[in-house]
């Protein structure tokens, strides 16, 4: 299974923006990128996905490497509810299940 | 849309008892479900993949005759620990996936606690 790679932990300001990076150096050709947070004692949630091209939509933006080795989940603007563990995903055709790494813990300060 | 439902939120069970969690998909049909087992501060472990209508597929390490996994409907899958021991007292997080899409849909998860 192609892996990715995640800081533990990040810390940001509230109304700053967040970049949140994500390395996956052994991402096939036809693996889509997933990101996906996760409240405390809730199930993950949906943030965004892509497969080459940079993404935006409501909650975030991802922008992706040109080699598709690395990418990165930004939130233009933190709030304090943006506080959670951050998990970036490999999957597509031939891996259809998610595997989730240890994912990032964001901290968000008033 | 791409709802998500687990019942019950939390279950409280004796030892040797087992318990039955359900996941349904309230507004599309979930070809393939998954279920994920959670422990404290840990990242979610996939424990199981399951196709409507077929046998599920049991990760290494997941005992097959201990987690029961139903998927007798397209909206409906569920999860019978049987048996149940204090070590099994887990978050169980449930999530669904339509047979023309990547993308998976999660449950809130249902917290048993074994005592």
């Known amino acids: 299974d192609a892996k990715t790679t995640q800081p533990n932990s990040m810390e940001s300001n509230e109304e700053e923006p967040v970049h949140l990076p994500c390395n996956h150096s052994?991402?096939?050709?036809?693996?889509?990128i997933h990101w996906y947070r996760q409240l405390p004692s809730q199930g993950p949630e949906y943030v965004i996905h892509?497969?080459?091209s940079n993404v935006n939509n409501r909650m975030a933006s991802l922008a992706i490497a040109e080699d598709r080795k690395s990418s990165t989940l930004i939130l233009h603007r933190a709030t304090l509810r943006d506080a959670a563990v951050y998990y970036c995903?490999?999957?597509?055709?031939?891996?259809?299940?998610?595997?989730f790494g240890a994912g990032t813990r964001l901290t968000v300060k008033p | 849309g791409a709802v998500v439902s687990q019942h019950p939120s939390w279950v409280i069970c004796k030892s040797g008892t087992s318990v039955k969690i359900e996941c349904r998909s309230l507004?599309?049909?979930?070809?393939?479900m998954f279920w994920y087992r959670q422990f404290p501060k840990q990242s979610l472990m996939l424990m199981a993949t399951s196709n409507e209508g077929s046998k599920a597929t049991y990760e290494q390490g997941v005992e097959k005759d201990k987690f029961l996994i139903n998927h007798a409907s397209l909206t409906l899958s569920t999860l019978t620990v049987t048996s149940a021991h204090p070590e099994d007292s887990s978050f169980y997080i449930c999530?669904?996936?339509?047979?023309?899409?990547?993308?998976?849909?999660f449950g809130p998860g249902t917290r048993l606690t074994v005592t």
């Open positions: 507004d599309f049909q979930a070809t393939t």
């Open positions: 052994t991402i096939s050709g036809t693996d889509y």
């Open positions: 892509g497969l080459t």
């Open positions: 999530s669904a996936r339509t047979g023309d899409s990547y993308e998976q849909y």
């Open positions: 995903i490999l999957s597509g055709s031939g891996n259809n299940d998610m595997r």
